[in-house]
């Protein structure tokens, strides 16, 4: 059987590396700094999961001990991000995971990795989009008509009576256009918007935190968690839109099911890593950027989810007509009196904070693209650069139309818990690689090494499988069929497409990680 035919054939580094070096004077530019990287990641991490996916989990399964889920998933992201730093700052490379596993698990994992990616980046991007554009009503007052900022699978009747059913999410499309034609214009120019958004945004929400830590009420923290057997919550016409019932929707298993959820609110600090690439000194700086994205988003995570949960009660988070969209919004303008201004720039930072969420997921999936084009898995297209601009923009234009499909027309929570099973797949396979590659190549040189190995790689896939379980069940069943269609793909095209097919690529060797 020839190695072309080998679905389990690896890229020896010395392939990465060199496809790396032969890129440097025509492909990619190294733009990127730490300070770069570190608000590449604050910018994705914060954004739709602390502002939409917070109150999300609070009022479908947590309630006020969300703060409790987030430190179950930070826990979870602190052993995978370890892990990715390893990777990153040894394997300076765009590609992210994707290329990790190439090197150390073979083409046919590569391949299902960089599938799953899709739906962390792209629906990641989709599910942003869509907060984007309910804050963006809600800074209209409600200007924009139901139907056309909601999908057509979602619909609710109101206390008047009145059946509301979307059709189309219009400005969630249009936010999208926006940051594609800003990214196919140039990665650096990209980067200094999105620090300047990550200034601004990051001020509000530590304002949020002071001024609303005076509002708190601390009857909303009692229960701390759903107990079991609450009643599920009705819309007017008595459709449930809320139900406890389930073991991941009520007291402990409730802080397990609301860890799955918020975890979307961690997703960005392993999008570093795919600029790699674009680092100008990517051994020293990429662990600088993954690590200190995430131990300052953690801390700002914990605080705002208290204070969110204090000011307003959880069940408020359920009504569509009180704090289901738009939640900081509507905590700030309903409880917080004389603070009118500060959910008008609460609103505006969101909006803001959002665009660089989606700016960055939209780079990080296109970088995927690009790689994954260049292995011959995707079509070369994929991989054209712009002839002035050097980006990828064949890969942006591709990637507007399917996450603008899923923005459009698909509902917010579903995207972003698809989202959420991607990266949590992702972290799983990255946390094993790092155990299998010290196995293998104990003695290759590494700028950065996760510490406590074992120990470390194995708890980082135990919490993120444990999270994965805890998503519900049409999460589960759409993330199957969307694997299912990515072996399919695999079998009939990528496999055939490969770029490997020398001896020398099936293995690393220990000589392919030392310093040249």
Same mark, same amino acid.
């Given at each position: 059987?020839?190695?072309?035919?080998?679905?389990?054939?690896?890229?020896?580094?010395?392939? #990465?590396?060199?496809?790396?070096?032969?890129?440097?004077?025509?492909?990619?530019?190294?733009?990127?700094?730490?300070?770069?990287?570190?608000?590449?990641?604050?910018?994705?991490?914060?954004?739709?999961?602390?502002?939409?996916?917070?109150?999300?989990?609070?009022?479908?399964?947590?309630?006020?001990?969300?703060?409790?889920?987030?430190?179950?998933?930070?826990?979870?992201?602190?052993?995978?991000?370890?892990?990715?730093?390893?990777?990153?700052?040894?394997?300076?490379?765009?590609?992210?995971?994707?290329?990790?596993?190439?090197?150390?698990?073979?083409?046919?994992?590569?391949?299902?990795?960089?599938?799953?990616?899709?739906?962390?980046?792209?629906?990641?991007?989709?599910?942003?989009?869509?907060?984007?554009?309910?804050?963006?009503?809600?800074?209209?007052?409600? !200007?924009?008509?139901?139907? &056309?900022?909601?999908?057509?699978?979602?619909?609710?009747?109101?206390?008047?009576?009145?059946?509301?059913?979307?059709?189309?999410?219009?400005?969630?499309?249009?936010?999208?256009?926006?940051?594609?034609?800003?990214?196919?214009?140039?990665?650096?120019?990209?980067?200094?918007?999105?620090?300047?958004?990550?200034?601004?945004?990051?001020?509000?929400?530590?304002?949020?935190?002071?001024?609303?830590?005076?509002?708190?009420?601390?009857?909303?923290?009692?229960?701390?968690?759903?107990?079991?057997?609450?009643?599920?919550?009705?819309?007017?016409?008595?459709?449930?839109?809320?139900?406890?019932?389930?073991?991941?929707?009520?007291?402990?298993?409730?802080?397990?099911?609301?860890?799955?959820?918020?975890?979307?609110?961690?997703?960005?600090?392993?999008?570093?890593?795919?600029?790699?690439?674009?680092?100008?000194?990517?051994?020293?700086?990429?662990?600088?950027?993954?690590?200190?994205?995430?131990?300052?988003?953690?801390?700002?995570?914990?605080?705002?989810?208290?204070?969110?949960?204090?000011?307003?009660?959880?069940?408020?988070?359920?009504?569509?007509?009180?704090?289901?969209?738009?939640?900081?919004?509507?905590?700030?303008?309903?409880?917080?009196?004389?603070?009118? &201004?500060?959910?008008?720039?609460?609103?505006?930072?969101?909006?803001?904070?959002?665009?660089?969420?989606?700016?960055?997921?939209?780079?990080?999936?296109?970088?995927?693209?690009?790689?994954?084009?260049?292995?011959?898995?995707?079509?070369?297209?994929?991989?054209?650069?712009?002839?002035?601009?050097?980006?990828?923009?064949?890969?942006?234009?591709?990637?507007?139309?399917?996450?603008?499909?899923?923005?459009?027309?698909?509902?917010?929570?579903? !995207?972003?818990?698809?989202?959420?099973?991607?990266?949590?797949?992702?972290?799983?396979?990255?946390?094993?690689?790092?155990?299998?590659?010290?196995?293998?190549?104990?003695?290759?040189?590494?700028?950065?090494?996760?510490?406590?190995?074992?120990?470390?790689?194995?708890?980082?896939?135990?919490?993120?499988?444990?999270?994965?379980?805890?998503?519900?069940?049409?999460?589960?069943?759409?993330?199957?069929?969307?694997?299912?269609?990515?072996?399919?793909?695999?079998?009939?095209?990528?496999?055939?497409?490969?770029?490997?097919?020398?001896?020398?690529? #099936?293995?690393?060797?220990?000589?392919?990680?030392?310093?040249?």
């Amino acid at each position: 059987m020839s190695n072309k035919k080998n679905i389990w054939v690896k890229k020896s580094l010395t392939d #990465i590396l060199a496809q790396a070096a032969s890129d440097s004077g025509e492909g990619l530019k190294r733009t990127l700094g730490a300070s770069n990287l570190m608000a590449l990641g604050i910018g994705a991490i914060i954004g739709a999961g602390l502002f939409v996916r917070t109150a999300a989990a609070a009022g479908q399964a947590a309630g006020p001990g969300v703060t409790i889920s987030f430190i179950v998933a930070a826990i979870g992201c602190a052993f995978a991000g370890l892990c990715y730093a390893e990777f990153a700052a040894m394997i300076p490379i765009a590609g992210s995971a994707y290329a990790y596993s190439y090197v150390t698990m073979g083409e046919l994992v590569a391949w299902v990795i960089g599938w799953a990616l899709i739906m962390e980046y792209a629906l990641g991007a989709a599910t942003v989009s869509i907060a984007w554009s309910e804050y963006l009503n809600k800074l209209l007052g409600g !200007a924009i008509p139901y139907e &056309w900022c909601h999908s057509p699978f979602e619909s609710f009747t109101d206390s008047q009576g009145v059946f509301h059913h979307g059709m189309i999410n219009a400005p969630a499309l249009i936010i999208l256009l926006l940051l594609t034609l800003l990214l196919i214009k140039g990665t650096q120019e990209s980067a200094l918007v999105n620090s300047i958004i990550v200034f601004i945004k990051v001020s509000i929400v530590l304002l949020f935190i002071v001024i609303g830590w005076q509002f708190i009420k601390p009857e909303n923290y009692v229960p701390y968690l759903i107990p079991e057997g609450a009643a599920p919550v009705k819309d007017a016409s008595g459709k449930v839109i809320a139900e406890y019932s389930g073991f991941f929707k009520h007291g402990f298993g409730g802080v397990i099911g609301g860890a799955a959820i918020v975890f979307f609110a961690f997703i960005g600090f392993d999008a570093v890593s795919t600029a790699a690439q674009e680092a100008k000194n990517p051994k020293r700086d990429m662990p600088i950027g993954i690590l200190g994205s995430l131990i300052i988003c953690t801390i700002l995570y914990v605080l705002f989810g208290h204070v969110l949960t204090g000011v307003a009660n959880w069940k408020d988070f359920v009504d569509p007509e009180k704090g289901r969209e738009a939640s900081v919004a509507y905590a700030i303008a309903q409880y917080m009196t004389g603070y009118g &201004w500060l959910a008008t720039a609460v609103t505006v930072a969101i909006l803001a904070g959002f665009s660089s969420v989606i700016l960055v997921m939209l780079m990080g999936q296109s970088r995927i693209f690009y790689t994954m084009s260049k292995d011959g898995l995707l079509p070369s297209a994929l991989g054209d650069l712009h002839p002035k601009f050097r980006t990828p923009y064949k890969a942006n234009w591709v990637l507007f139309v399917f996450v603008g499909l899923f923005s459009a027309f698909v509902p917010g929570h579903v !995207a972003g818990d698809l989202t959420s099973f991607g990266t949590l797949f992702a972290f799983v396979l990255v946390s094993i690689g790092i155990w299998i590659l010290r196995k293998k190549s104990p003695n290759i040189e590494r700028p950065f090494k996760t510490p406590l190995v074992p120990i470390v790689p194995l708890l980082g896939a135990i919490i993120c499988f444990g999270m994965i379980v805890a998503l519900d069940a049409q999460t589960l069943k759409i993330a199957f069929l969307w694997m299912i269609i990515g072996l399919v793909v695999y079998f009939t095209y990528s496999r055939h497409h490969s770029h490997l097919k020398s001896q020398s690529d #099936i293995l690393p060797k220990a000589s392919d990680f030392e310093e040249k």
